[in-house]
């Protein structure tokens, strides 16, 4: 191992969507990487902040794709959001804004949600929001009714859209930007990536020290800064959402540790 | 005429929900006090923010509430941003998030509105934002996408929360929250008060001057701001949302020139 993110870091946190696949599809060069990483003894967390899977989900995907993957090798704002509410009170009633995944992912780890409208606003410790597809204005006013009775305000991730095929969606900012209209209040936390929250979620997950650990994703604003904010190591890879000039353009004063063409420049950077 | 509010205004703008009714019941007074005015030669228009409802709606209500009234003496935030449309461009294509009556209103003020989701896209030169309680991630997703190929985003009212008996329901702060998180982009004007444009088109209608004009209604930050902004004397009610205290409590250091326990006041108000 004459290479240096090699010879440096035992821990490889790798971002998904723009990482290790686009889409569909694996980004050329992925497989080899991570099946080198696997052989010689590295660990490799995937994480996202898309709750619009499980982590059962994901693993599938990526198994499907030619990586042999478990759902505890997958860490999602879902299951941050998990450790966070549990950690917060002992059994929290929950109104989510969010997906069939999210709420499924939540139940998994032990939490209650109410879903039913006319408990809402009795019962909910915490309304919980997230990218939603299926936003309408009767969550709007459920969420909003549960907040006005004191209920916490807490979201998954805070990403503005979401990459699809030809464009991008509108993503959880939009849902956290209609409740804050209505009720007046900021939201109280984002857990998902760059919250330190994330960050330490995945180390113990990984179970190495920050030191030996590195963060490989193509967003500035989520991967590479939850580096910067957590003192570990990053590379932005140039494949996903992020060009080689976005740092100027968009006037931005922090760097990653590595900017790579590719996931697969991990084998060669040296 | 020794009453100090009759004998130095010609105009009264008098705000609805809370100022003339509430709910579907009139305010004890409003009736004698209306017709009182009428009978004296003075200028009546019903301003609201509200654009769930065309100007004819709002008049039939007044008038089966037994205060006979002509659409044309009704001013909403859907009329006053179909002027606003109309003054900026000549056949400005429209995307509306809102409800059907606002699309009523500014078709009948010659705009053409565009709601099928596969031309949105391609040719709207504005979204236009309300308060709309059939909100859904495709409106979000329909205007995202139009404002992002360049439409201009404007709204009809900035309020918070509108209310319902027994509390209240997400106003059009939601949708515009929503849009600006998705965007990224402020919205770039809201019409409706306190905006200078309801009172210059309020004025307009009335054809007085506006030291001859007063505004009366029950909130601070629409009503009386509105007064302020544009120098024209305004009368707080205290038959709505405002109680006499909100001004300590809120901070607010500007005040309106009357405060009224109701609108009956005014004949009374020495």
Redesign the interface.
Known sequence: MDNKILATYDGFILDLDGTVYLGNELIPGALETIEYLKANNKKVLYLTNKPLETREQYANKLTKLGIPTKPDEILTSSVVMAHYLNRQSSGPLVYVIGEQPLIDELQLAGIKTIQQPELIEFAVDYVVVAF??????KK??NG??AIKKGARFVATNGD??CPVPG?E???C????????????KKVEIIVGKPHRLTIEAALSLLKVEKERAIIIGDRIETDILMGKNAGIASALVLTGITKKDDFSKKGITYRPTYILDSIKQILTAG
Do not use: V
Request: no cysteine; glycine share 14%; net charge negative.
């Open positions: 939603d597809r299926t936003f309408d204005y709007l006013n909003f009714q503005r859209t464009g969606i509108p993503d900012a939009a849902m956290i930007g209609a409740l804050e209209g209505a009720t007046g």
